[in-house]
């Protein structure tokens, strides 16, 4: 297997060989992908106190991957770094909960964090890197049965809408709320020739978790909108969109994903649309008011 040249080659190495690395080493493994600026710019024994990861767990790492040694591995998170003085991982720590307000009764300062945050997130998406996720996603909603929809705690806003818009669009699509305790009946009502479109962030949603472990066990297609690959739901699906919204705070930047869930349904609609008229029409989505 070719060594990864770029961090996105990284992540899918890391995904792919997940199952066989020992704890330990998922947990740095974990680390690495959420702290990309961290194993830029630290040593390996500066990663073990901030981890509270012994360094000999990332050399380790580096190994199972292909590598000769850490510092072959951290080339690979130094190389964006070398490429722009302002990359995204720099600004998305800065807003990622370590910035504090100089006063927190200052409401125009809470709205302008806030604000550069969901700047941050959009911009970063913006660069394109999930356009070939989105399009597999795009693919394994036009042929799909049924579209399920589930998305709890502060996921719930972002799977509303999608089930929402989805359904604007012509999609037959069921959001699975559990509302009444309903959540088994409404998971078992899938079929292997339905999707599962689930959102998920940290700390994850065990009722989520665990919907789209029984959906996949019974041979249904998993798209996952979730912060990384190593994600509980994004370890077992078909296709992952990773979504780096910002974090203030505590509060997590729903902009970024709200985005995804636009795109794929204006996507799905015009390539329904197109495929039914052969041509695209943006006059023939105006009725759709989502």
């Known amino acids: 297997m070719a060594l990864p040249q770029t961090l996105p080659e990284l992540r899918d190495c890391i995904a792919a060989q997940h199952e066989h690395l020992t704890g330990r080493l998922r947990d740095a493994a974990r680390f690495l992908i959420d702290n990309p600026h961290e194993i830029a710019l630290n040593t390996v024994a500066e990663l073990g106190k901030r981890s509270s990861i012994a360094p000999s767990a990332y050399i380790r790492l580096a190994q199972a991957l292909g590598f000769a040694g850490f510092k072959d591995l951290q080339r690979v998170f130094r190389a964006p770094l070398q490429q722009a003085a302002d990359t995204h991982s720099e600004r998305i720590r800065h807003f990622g909960g370590e910035t504090l307000l ?47 929809v589930i998305g709890m705690r502060r996921a719930f806003p972002v799977a509303a809408y999608l089930s929402y818009a989805l359904s604007r669009v012509g999609r037959r699509t069921v959001h699975i709320s559990g509302a009444g305790g309903t959540l088994p009946e409404q998971i078992s009502a899938i079929a292997d020739d339905d999707l599962l479109i689930a959102v998920s962030f940290p700390p994850y949603a065990n009722d989520t978790v665990e919907a789209c472990r029984q959906a996949t066990q019974a041979g249904v297609t998993l798209v996952a909108i979730t912060d990384s690959v190593l994600s509980p739901i994004g370890q077992i699906a078909d296709t992952v969109i990773e979504v780096n919204d910002a974090e203030l705070l505590g509060f997590r930047s729903l902009t970024a994903s709200f985005c995804i869930a636009q795109t794929l349904a204006m996507g799905l609609a015009f390539s329904e649309r197109q495929s039914d008229s052969g041509t695209l029409s943006h006059d023939r989505l105006e009725d759709i008011d989502c």
């Not at 700047?119 to 049924?146: D, F, K, Y």
């Open 102 to 148: 100089e006063d927190p009764s200052d409401v125009g300062g809470i709205l302008r964090e806030f604000s550069q945050a969901n700047i941050v997130s959009l911009e970063h998406l913006a660069q394109g890197g999930e356009q070939a996720n989105i399009e597999a996603a795009i693919g394994h909603l036009q042929v799909a049965r049924t579209t399920f």
